[in-house]
């Protein structure tokens, strides 16, 4: 058998502080649960305070990591973003890894707090205004990374930027699929900045390939082939948290399944020509930062 990388590859990562978003269910659980086994400090953000509370009394009997904490993060409302970074700026001295990982799947039209549609709003925009928020803290933590969870999904889709909360025609799908493409676009663009900077943060993407998770309770279709097909959250999460720890991770890299980036252990994949148009990735960030009033501001560390 090949020596595939696995969690077992996780050197000691005691004086780490990570967050992980949407930590409560699913490969967010997953990676959060593997990190704290490895001793990092852990923040699990989470919007449902039952939940969330839940999954870190239940990781710190498992495997007894006291350090690790829950803090009330929803994505859909930005001033909940504010608080929740306030917060971590407050209490920590350092950030080593963000996992942006929360999201929502195809779901029927909703609005954020803030107007947004839901899966732009969560998967993309709520994630870009907390990295903006947290970004001096990154920046400030030498080698710290940041790891955006995108989707095989990204490949069908398109930024429709004269319609971007889908106001007009509204199809899960495809909302679920520009989320996805916004995930990657900001990523390699993120990565660009940091780069520019001479910055030792590195911006890399994962997904997952077909993994059994809550994210897909809206689509009959994965409740009645998930048992079959899917894998389970803890191979789903390898990618996610390759990007995160492993040695042999550059800037911009991104990470899915072995097989047929569907299935089995982490290796370095390929993107959709779209998710790399310079000119798309910046049109994004400019609209992000209309639609979230956050400002990156990338001298934070001089």
């Not at 942006?100 to 195809?106: F, R, S």
């Not at 995930?183 to 993407?205: D, G, W």
């Not at 279709?221 to 040695?247: C, D, R």
């Not at 990470?255 to 000119?279: A, C, H, M, Q, T």
Request: glycine residues 6%; charged residues 20%; aromatic residues 12%.
């Amino acid at each position: 058998m090949k020596n595939y990388w696995t969690k077992h590859n996780i050197n000691d990562l005691t004086g780490k502080v990570a967050i992980v978003t949407g930590a409560n269910s699913g490969i967010g659980f997953e990676t959060a649960r593997v990190l704290s086994e490895k001793n990092a400090q852990v923040i699990f953000a989470c919007r449902n305070d039952l939940w969330g509370k839940y999954a870190v009394n239940k990781v710190k009997l498992d495997c007894g990591n006291t350090n690790i904490f829950y803090k009330h993060l929803n994505l859909a409302d930005l001033s909940s973003i504010h608080k929740f970074s306030e917060n971590i700026i407050t209490e920590f001295d350092s950030l080593d890894i963000l996992v942006n990982n929360a999201g929502i799947m195809m779901c029927p039209y909703q609005k954020t707090i803030d107007g947004f549609e839901m899966q732009i709003g969560v998967n993309h925009f709520g994630h870009f205004a907390l990295m903006g928020l947290l970004l001096k803290k990154i920046m400030q933590t030498p080698y710290s990374r940041v790891v955006n969870v995108s989707s095989l999904y990204h490949r069908p889709g398109n930024i429709n930027f004269d319609d971007i909360n889908s106001n007009q025609n509204y199809h899960p799908v495809k909302a679920y699929q520009q989320s996805k493409l916004a995930n990657l676009l900001f990523t390699y663009e993120l990565a660009r900045k940091f780069k520019e900077e001479n910055s030792s943060t590195i911006a890399v993407a994962s997904h997952p390939g077909w993994t059994a998770t809550n994210l897909q309770k809206y689509k009959f279709i994965f409740k009645m082939f998930n048992p079959i097909f899917a894998q389970k959250p803890p191979m789903g999460a390898l990618p996610t948290l390759y990007g995160a720890v492993a040695e042999n991770v550059e800037n911009a890299d991104y990470f899915g399944p072995r097989k047929l980036e569907i299935w089995g252990y982490p290796k370095k994949v390929n993107s959709s020509k779209r998710s790399k148009d310079l000119n798309l990735a910046k049109r994004l960030w400019q609209l992000s930062e209309e639609m979230t009033s956050i400002s990156f501001d990338f001298k934070c560390n001089n």
